[in-house]
């Protein structure tokens, strides 16, 4: 603003004055104006953010489906913040600093290092300057996938005083004998159809981008050589899981196409997971799919072969043929999540004072699980005697009540139905400290299995299924081991190319992977 004292005397200079002051105040009141609209639009946008976060949500909705909304309402905030700093400078000409959680860098990463000089050094005195400090910034950088070519070089050696030979190192074993890719490479393929979700067509267009011209149908060829190499161990996984004396399962759709109708048929993958963090179980965490063309109970029989001890299923009807075993006995143990999403179901209808005592009652029972969570089986059991019980009596008594209350066909009366008919399985945590409140363990072992299927839409035959079924069992128990999937793929074929022993197939699990020799640069490929 000019003092009046600095005013010129000149007519036309004020009268410039005077236009420039209301070009700049038509400036500001159209960043004003546009200030404005973006409050608004970040009112929604926070709003949305809030339903997406907070509001209430379908139980069997996928997390990740949320993930992707607040993808896009976080981008969106930033669009819009970006579009108020650009009116900022256009003002002041200056940027308002940001609050930004920039994080903290692993220490592994490779660093490159850019040093920024001034131009001239040199001091008004004619003196060179000295560095007295700097000032040090980090940023994230990415270089894009990089194919490389390993050169095998075997050179043959000969004697020039005699004949008595030529000398040559033999060739190294290969998973795939005379082929194109290293192990790395073959992991890579395998990692992003069945961790990362890219069907081989998509990976096929990713590498033309990069010059490599690969057929989807090499990549096949790779996975399936793969796939069979891994079989041994997929079989050790699922022998050490049925092991163990507690376990959970789970089955969900798999699509497989059916070539003779021209449509396709459904398949089921069945998961049988172990996860006895818990209780502070010395076990490791595993889980391990088998493909079946169908959800007879025969099948979850079939797989269980082995196995006695407790499981603890939804409330699928199928499982009830475990218990009609002659010799082997298998004790069922129902989910409480299952219990509850039914009352949650009915809830969401409208005033419902019933089901919202019943969810009262199960959500004290989940309040006391965050409590003993990582416990001893015995102080489990013990908290759960003391703490629980007397809630299960109560939520007895409130079942008994109002069954009598409301007709068997409601809703409500359904929902209470469900509860009564699994009451044994579902109070039988009580009396053993291994048993969850729920069966969410293997459910979320299953999210991955959804997600492939939603990008490749079916398996192109039950042989092919079988293949995704035993790879995603590598892979998620990779996952629950916090192994990088990866590294565990690459070390693991490169073992078996090179002859590992059958006998000893127990360390290549994937809980075993820091015991493999090898490593992980070997063969590196992509």
């Known amino acids: ?19 420039a002051q209301q070009e700049h105040n038509a400036i500001q009141a159209g960043v004003i104006d546009r200030k404005e609209t973006r ?29 992707l909304a607040l993808e896009d309402i976080e981008a969106a905030q930033e ?21 930004a959680n920039r994080g903290a860098l692993p220490k592994h990463l490779p660093r490159i290092e850019e040093i920024i000089a001034p131009d001239n050094t040199i001091c008004d005195c004619g003196h060179a300057r000295h560095v007295i400090g700097e000032d040090v910034s980090e940023r994230l950088d990415i270089v894009p996938v990089q194919f490389r070519v390993i050169v095998t070089r075997r050179p043959r050696y000969a004697c020039r005083s005699c004949e008595s030979g030529i000398v040559q190192a033999p060739a190294p074993a290969h998973l795939i004998p005379g082929g194109m890719p290293t192990e790395a490479t073959v992991a890579h393929v395998i990692v992003g159809k069945y961790a990362d979700h890219l069907p081989l067509y998509r990976q096929a267009q990713i590498y033309g981008r990069q010059g490599i011209d690969l057929d989807r149908s090499t990549l096949a060829a790779w996975v399936g050589r793969a796939a069979f190499e891994l079989k041994p161990v997929y079989d050790a996984l699922l022998a050490n899981l049925k092991q163990s004396t507690k376990l959970f399962m789970d089955e969900t759709i798999a699509p497989v196409l059916d070539p ?10 069945w998961a049988l997971a172990r996860d006895d963090r818990p209780w502070d179980g010395n076990a490791p965490p595993g889980v391990a799919f088998t493909y079946a063309p169908g959800r007879s109970g025969q099948y979850a029989d079939k797989i269980l072969s082995d196995f006695s001890g407790v499981l603890q299923v939804d409330g699928y009807a199928g499982y009830n043929r475990l218990m009609k075993r002659p010799t082997q006995g298998v004790q069922l143990a129902y989910c409480w999540a299952h219990a509850r ?6 809830s969401q ?14 959500g004290k029972l989940y309040r006391i699980e965050k409590d003993i969570r990582g416990l001893s089986p015995d102080a489990r059991r013990a908290a759960r ?8 009596e109560a939520f007895e008594v409130w079942l008994m009540a109002n069954r009598a209350r409301v007709s068997a066909k409601s809703p409500i009366g359904e929902a209470q139905k469900y509860i009564a008919k699994y009451w044994d399985g579902l109070i039988l945590f009580l009396e053993d400290g291994r ?75 994937p809980w075993n992977y820091k015991g493999l020799t090898g490593g992980t640069d070997a063969g590196a490929g992509p």
């Not at 709003?47 to 949500?57: E, H, Q």
């Not at 913040?81 to 308002?96: F, L, M, T, V």
Request: charged share 30%; proline share 4%.
């Open 341 to 346: 999403r039914k009352l949650h179901e009915v």
């Open 39 to 67: 409050i608004i639009q970040l009112e929604k946008l926070v709003a949305d953010y809030k339903r997406t976060m907070f509001g209430a949500r379908s139980e069997k909705a996928c997390p990740e489906q949320y993930e």
């Open 385 to 392: 005697q003391e703490r629980s019980k007397p809630v299960i």
């Open 260 to 269: 003779g109708r021209r449509k396709t048929k459904t398949g089921y993958f």
């Open 349 to 362: 209808t409208g005033t419902t004072p019933i089901a919202d005592e019943g969810l009262k009652q199960i």
């Open 435 to 509: 048993i969850e409140l729920d069966s969410n363990a293997v459910e979320r072992t299953i999210r991955p299995i959804a997600l492939s299927r939603k990008n490749a839409l079916f398996a192109g035959h039950d042989a092919g299924a079988q293949n995704w079924a035993m790879i995603a069992s590598l892979i998620e128990t990779c996952k629950l081991n916090a192994v990088d999937p990866h590294a565990w793929l690459t070390a693991t074929l490169i073992a078996i190319a090179q002859g590992h022993k059958q006998s000893d197939i127990d360390a290549l699990l």
């Open 79 to 99: 669009a819009l913040h970006a579009e108020d700093d650009a009116d900022d400078r256009q003002i002041s000409g200056k940027s308002r600093p940001r609050k």
């Open 1 to 19: 603003m000019i003092a009046t004292a600095d005013l010129p005397d000149d007519i036309d200079a004020l009268k410039a004055i005077i236009r």
